[in-house]
């Protein structure tokens, strides 16, 4: 976890650094599309923070308030970036209308350019890291973050792009288009953060992919075991939650039937990472013949 809060702390710093970058680009060119790439990068920063917060409140221990951990945390904030992300579209359309209304050729291409570009690759640079480090270690935080950069740099591109070919086509209202086309985006990638943040909140199941290594996982290390039925998993962001009932033949002792579950449980460890695991154990008679039968 100590890792995850050193990456979202580089990336408010970053997210500065390219701020500051996009901002000069803007003040150089005076251009609708290069203002709406430097208003994105505002909740850049603004999400980075709330990121290394969430990650700072899911960090805690559970507590006699918080049995279950603090996990859901880093939702809240994946949340909130979806927000700020619609609040940066409406921005940049407002914008986008007074620039079609009143359109001008920016100034200083080639600087702009320059700048708007060397911010880019810095964001494209640490959108890699983000993503590749969020999937790694499962968090919703460092992902929605990753995301969140992934469509800054797309834009960016595109706004480069278009940008250099107001002054070849003399049409000073292709800069204030390219600054609505920036918003748009942005509001779709606003709702798919909040869509799938939302559903870590309500408990939504894991991608069948990761249900069906749960099912695998619990197969290949219940030897001794007759049937697992009933299996309930979620995500609470890193952290993995499965609980299943264990049918076990009635005479098996305690003892026994404890083995099971521990190398049930070491097995998941090895190969998940955190997970919260609670295995009920029932005698055969409880059998239902469906679910994972080892019969």
């Given at each position: 976890m100590k890792r995850a809060l050193w990456v979202a702390a580089g990336s408010v710093g970053v997210g500065i650094v390219v701020l500051a970058l996009k901002g000069a680009a803007w003040w150089v060119t005076g251009s609708v599309a290069l203002l709406s790439d430097a208003?994105?990068?505002?909740?850049?920063?603004?999400?980075?923070?709330?990121?290394?917060?969430?990650?700072?409140?899911?960090?805690?221990?559970a507590d006699d308030n918080h049995p279950y951990g603090h996990h859901k945390a880093e939702y809240f904030s994946a949340v909130l970036e979806g927000v700020l992300i619609v609040v940066a579209a409406g921005s940049i359309l407002r914008e986008a209308y007074y620039g079609f209304l009143s359109p001008r050729m920016p100034e200083q291409a080639f600087a702009g350019v320059v700048l708007n570009g060397i911010?880019?690759?810095?964001?494209?640079?640490?959108?890699?890291?983000?993503?590749?480090?969020?999937?790694?270690?499962?968090?919703?935080?460092?992902?929605?973050?990753?995301?969140?950069?992934?469509?800054?740099?797309?834009?960016?591109?595109?706004?480069?792009?278009?940008?250099?070919?107001?002054?070849?086509?003399?049409?000073?209202?292709?800069?204030?288009?390219?600054?609505g086309l920036v918003a748009i985006n942005i509001l779709w990638t606003g709702w798919s953060l909040m869509r799938e943040s939302v559903?870590?909140?309500?408990?939504?199941?894991?991608?069948?992919?990761v249900v069906g290594r749960i099912r695998e996982l619990v197969s290949l290390h219940a030897d001794g075991a007759l049937e697992a039925h009933d299996l309930r998993t979620r995500h609470a962001g890193r952290v993995t939650f499965v609980e299943f009932h264990?049918?076990?033949?009635?005479?098996?002792?305690?003892?026994?039937?404890?083995?099971?579950?521990?190398?049930?449980?070491?097995?998941?460890?090895?190969?998940?990472?955190?997970?919260?695991?609670?295995?009920?154990?029932?005698?055969?008679?409880?059998?239902?013949?469906?679910?994972?039968?080892?019969?």
């Open positions: 208003l994105e990068s505002i909740i850049n920063v603004a999400a980075s923070a709330a990121a290394f917060l969430a990650l700072n409140i899911s960090a805690r221990p911010a880019t690759v810095i964001n494209a640079g640490w959108c890699v890291l983000l993503l590749r480090l969020g999937r790694k270690w499962r968090s919703p935080a460092l992902l929605a973050d990753g995301r969140h950069l992934l469509t800054d740099v797309i834009t960016s591109v595109g706004v480069l792009g278009g940008f250099l070919l107001v002054p070849v086509t003399g049409w000073p209202q292709l800069d204030p288009l390219l600054a559903g870590g909140l309500m408990d939504e199941a894991p991608p069948p992919d264990l049918v076990v033949p009635g005479t098996m002792t305690v003892s026994a039937a404890h083995d099971i579950c521990d190398r049930i449980e070491k097995a998941f460890d090895n190969d998940m990472g955190d997970v919260v695991m609670t295995i009920h154990v029932e005698p055969e008679g409880e059998a239902k013949h469906r679910g994972v039968v080892f019969l």
